[in-house]
């Protein structure tokens, strides 16, 4: 009984071994494991490459003047036609109004871009924050 037991756990501990070794090769198909190459996920996900600073002044007839930069993070793509959100915000964070402005500018992979825009901020502008919202890769 004792002997039927141990061939009987030989032989399941080999099936289980056989059917891990398969399917761990299988996984390491770089090419069936990969789905999508980097070019093509900086493609599709601009927003998660694109980083903005920036800061606001104010000039001598009352505008608010922003200026930024843009920074392309992605390796491969480049990105261009980037849209920019500039929101105007009260003491309290009450979103007072809000532009787009659009960079008619390449930005190329590890490079970036300088910008400078001119609004007439509403009254009670206390901040002036700017996000990359859309922008276009270029093929």
Do not use: W
């Amino acid at each position: 009984m004792i002997k039927y037991f141990l061939l009987s756990a030989i032989t399941l501990t080999l099936i289980v071994s056989c059917n891990d070794q398969n399917s761990t090769s299988k996984s390491k198909d770089p090419y069936k494991s990969s789905k999508l190459t980097i070019e093509q996920i900086e493609q599709q996900n601009p927003l998660r490459f694109l980083e903005i600073v920036g800061k606001d002044k104010h000039n001598l007839i009352g505008q608010t003047v922003v200026k930024g930069e843009i920074t392309n993070k992605a390796t491969v793509v480049t990105y261009k036609d980037i849209s920019v959100s500039i929101k105007f915000i009260s003491k309290t964070g009450v979103v007072l109004e809000e532009d787009e402005e659009v960079i008619y500018e390449e930005v190329k992979p590890g490079s970036n871009i300088n910008f400078k825009s001119k609004f007439f901020a509403p009254k009670g502008t206390e901040e002036v924050k700017m996000k990359v919202i859309k922008a276009v890769s270029v093929h």
